[in-house]
Every structure is written in structure tokens, then in C-alpha cells.
């Protein structure tokens, strides 16, 4: 009856494709509260890493907030992870590939997905002080400025500078059930989005309103990444823009950073912090 009184679909994105504005693909429940994650083997002790594993994806999947797994309470529901799960299943990233004399089964990389009962996990939520973010989650339009050793571009759906990261963002938006619109180059030099203009963006963020409406409407999340030696990595400053205005609550700006970390780390900051603040839970730490 539970389900019943749930919305019977909620949107989420599978794979942002990045050739055109796509919607947000539709989903039963049952997808949404499921996690992922790889383990070594189908051993008990490697399926009890990825229990727990799988529960941190979950809460953080379906309540979209990423704060959950900072909070004490977490270590024990982590040790008792596998209570919460209703089924799982594995697949062999190594499929078709035999196994080797010094290889052998226990030690092969799996995918362990994990499969809950909606109920329960909004229990577990409830304990936390959370809740299910359950509406649309709509698309959000993808504008980057990329800067290394004095070279830049904006990312582009059909540029050919970096596609690794073009994929690392579309993975990064999977796990958040969340979908990514990357323009093209064409509608980036329609509108006027060449690398100078784009950095130039994130010292003026009232900008952003506009920029959005230009790109489809839909929430525009806009970052500048740089490589820094001195940081060992990329520093990303990351805005979120939605409805044509810098999404504000109690007169706050939606800003957040992120220092020192590999472009794939960036993109999961990027996502989480989105997510956060669409499903109202305020600002990314």
C-alpha cells in the first residue's frame, strides 16, 4: 500500500548523453533504491565490504544528500549493512576473459549490485534525520572552462580536447541518479561561450541567470577547473544556477570548491553538491 502513496515514477538519468538536450529518463522505485560497487571475488568477507559499500550509495542515491555518511551514527548501520539488503547480484567485469593459472575466481573483479526495499531504507533515512527525495531530477546543463599550463578550452559535447572527462562526468551522474547535458560546439559558439568569455564567468556568477536560459533553461552547472602543481591536482569552483537565477536560500549563494583532486573526483563533487541542493538539503560542505 506504501508504494501506492509514493510517486509511482521518479526521473533519473542513466547515461547524460551529450549530443542533444535529452529528457530525464523515467524509473521505477525499484531502480532507484538499488546501489553498485566492485568488489574482489564472491567471497563472504569482500560481499560484506561491498554491503557496506552499497548502503552509503543508497542513502546518498535516494535522499541525494552526501552529508548522511559524515554523521556518527553511520558506522552502525554499516556494520550491520547486509540486514538492510532484500537481494544482490554479481557480474564479472572480467566476462569472457579465462582465467588465468595464477587467477582465480575469488580474486576477479565483480560489479556487486545491491537491491532494498523502499521502505526499509526510508527507515534508515528516518534514523538519520533524513528523508526521500523522491520528485524529478531534472537534467542539468554542463558549462566548464578547463585550464592547463596556459592552454583552455569549454567543454564540449563533440570537441575532441578531453573525451575522458566527457565520460567521467556522465559516470559521475549515474551513481546520483541524476542525467548531464553537455552542449555542442555549436551551440557553445552560438552563443558566444569561447574559453576567454567562459573563466570570465566565475568572477561575475550574476551572469549565470542568463547564461542558463541561452543553454535550454534547464539547472546550469557552471565550474572553471584548473591544474595547480602546487595542489597536486585540479581546483574546481563550482555554481548552480536554476530558473535563470543563482539559487539562493536565506540570501546564500550556492558556491562550493573543491582543491587538489583528479578531474573524475571533481565531477563526483560537482554531482553530489548539485544533488544536495536540489533535494533540499542545502549547501555542499
Known amino acids: ?20 538536450a535529452h529528457p530525464v529518463l523515467a524509473t521505477t522505485l525499484d531502480d532507484l533504491y538499488q546501489s553498485q560497487t566492485i568488489v574482489t571475488g564472491q567471497g563472504e568477507e ?4 561491498g554491503f557496506r559499500d552499497c548502503l552509503d ?15 556518527p551514527e553511520i558506522a552502525d548501520l554499516r556494520d550491520k549493512a547486509g540486514s538492510f539488503v532484500d537481494a544482490f547480484r554479481y557480474h564479472d567485469r572480467l566476462e569472457g576473459i579465462p582465467i588465468h593459472d595464477e587467477q582465480g575466481t575469488h580474486d576477479r573483479p565483480h560489479d556487486l549490485t545491491c537491491l532494498y526495499k523502499p521502505d ?32 583552455g578550452f569549454v567543454l564540449a559535447s563533440d570537441g575532441d580536447e578531453s573525451p575522458y572527462m566527457r565520460e567521467s562526468f556522465e559516470a559521475a551522474a549515474q551513481p546520483l541518479a541524476m542525467s548531464i547535458v553537455i552542449p555542442d ?20 556568477p550574476e551572469m549565470l541567470g542568463g547564461v542558463a536560459r541561452t543553454l535550454g533553461g534547464r539547472p546550469l552547472l557552471f565550474g572553471h577547473i ?40 571533481a565531477f563526483r563533487a560537482a554531482i553530489r553538491g548539485a544533488a544536495q541542493i536540489l533535494s533540499g538539503n542545502g549547501q555542499p560542505g
Do not use: H
Request: glycine share 10%; net charge positive; aromatic share 8%.
Open 1 to 20: 500500500m506504501a508504494r501506492f502513496l509514493r510517486l509511482a515514477l521518479v526521473a533519473i538519468g542513466l547515461i547524460g548523453r551529450c549530443l542533444a
Open 46 to 49: 569482500n560481499r560484506q565490504t
Open 57 to 71: 550509495r543508497v542513502l546518498v542515491r535516494v535522499s541525494g544528500d552526501q552529508r548522511l555518511l559524515d554523521k
Open 120 to 151: 526499509v531504507i526510508d527507515k534508515v533515512l528516518a534514523s538519520l534525520g533524513s528523508r526521500p527525495w523522491l520528485g524529478e531530477r531534472p537534467a542539468l546543463t554542463i558549462l566548464l572552462a578547463v585550464e592547463r599550463a596556459g592552454r
Open 185 to 204: 560546439k555549436a551551440k557553445l559558439t552560438k552563443g558566444g561561450f569561447i574559453f576567454e568569455e567562459v573563466r570570465a564567468m566565475a568572477t561575475s
Open 226 to 265: 584548473s591544474w595547480r602543481d602546487k595542489e597536486l591536482g585540479w581546483v574546481v569552483d563550482w555554481w548552480l544556477t536554476v530558473d535563470g537565477k543563482t539559487l539562493a536560500v536565506d540570501g546564500k549563494t550556492y558556491e562550493w570548491q573543491v582543491r587538489g583532486v583528479s578531474f573524475d573526483e
